[in-house]
């Protein structure tokens, strides 16, 4: 069975701070991973997603993730947050042929202006 | 741009009541998903349908739970009764092929409270 892992519940930051964000999934075979965000009072949208290629993908608003195949991880990352970036960030994976999404239990990051 | 619409946002009932969410999917998705997602856990799937079909309905608790896509086109999720650990969003999301691409677009949600 597939699962994913987000080590970090809770980050904050002030505005201008490096971000990481931890994902570790469990699943033997080939996977597609996503980066998914929440801001305040909308829906879950697409940050990124890796489907194969380059393991450094990047996504939206400035945000990259890295495929580690040897880790089982998909952190995502920006240089440089901003007030606007204060979301829950959730991973998810799905195995190559299906259509189910797994969801990670998110994290929820706090920019400090 | 087109979206996922649900509806009701909010519903508050009490326990052993009924309820129900529909979704409308963007147009011309074939897969549709009802998700649940509780407080401080990320979605989890209750049912997938791939057209008017279910693909995927093992963790939809069928005692109290169903959900149909009659045209293929939008879905009703209900649960009858409900109870208190019910209390979560109502996720629906929908992606436009049959293969697998894992981009859903999320509707808002249903927030469910049952008192």
Not at chain 1, 60 to 88: C, H, M, Y
Not at chain 2, 5 to 17: D, F, G, L, V, W
Request: proline share 4%.
């Amino acid at each position: 069975a597939q699962s994913v892992s987000q080590h970090n519940h809770h980050v904050i930051l002030s505005e201008a701070a490096s971000l990481e964000l931890g994902c570790n999934y469990s699943y033997g075979g080939t996977v597609n991973l996503f980066w998914y965000v929440q801001y305040p009072g909308q829906h879950l949208q697409l940050l990124l997603k890796y489907f194969s290629g380059d393991p450094l993908v990047k996504g939206i608003k400035g945000f990259e993730a890295e495929f580690i195949k040897s880790k089982f991880s998909f952190n995502l990352r920006k240089p440089s947050v901003q007030w606007s970036d204060t979301a829950e960030y959730f991973c998810a994976v799905n195995a190559w042929g299906a259509n189910n999404l797994f969801f990670g239990t998110g994290t929820r990051l706090t920019v400090i202006p | 741009e087109a979206e996922v619409a649900q509806s009701p946002r909010y519903k508050i009932t009490e326990k052993s009541q009924a309820v129900a969410f529909w979704c409308d999917p963007i147009s011309g998705h074939a897969t549709l998903y009802w998700y649940r997602q509780i407080l401080g856990q990320g979605p989890e799937l209750l049912v997938q349908f791939q057209d008017e079909s279910v693909v995927d309905d093992s963790q939809l608790p069928k005692d109290r739970f169903s959900a149909e896509r009659l045209k293929g086109v939008d879905s009703t999720l209900k649960i009858q009764p409900a109870e208190l650990g019910d209390s979560a969003m109502y996720l629906c999301a929908s992606s436009l092929g049959r293969e697998s691409t894992g981009e859903l677009f999320f509707g808002e949600g249903s927030r469910l409270t049952v008192l």
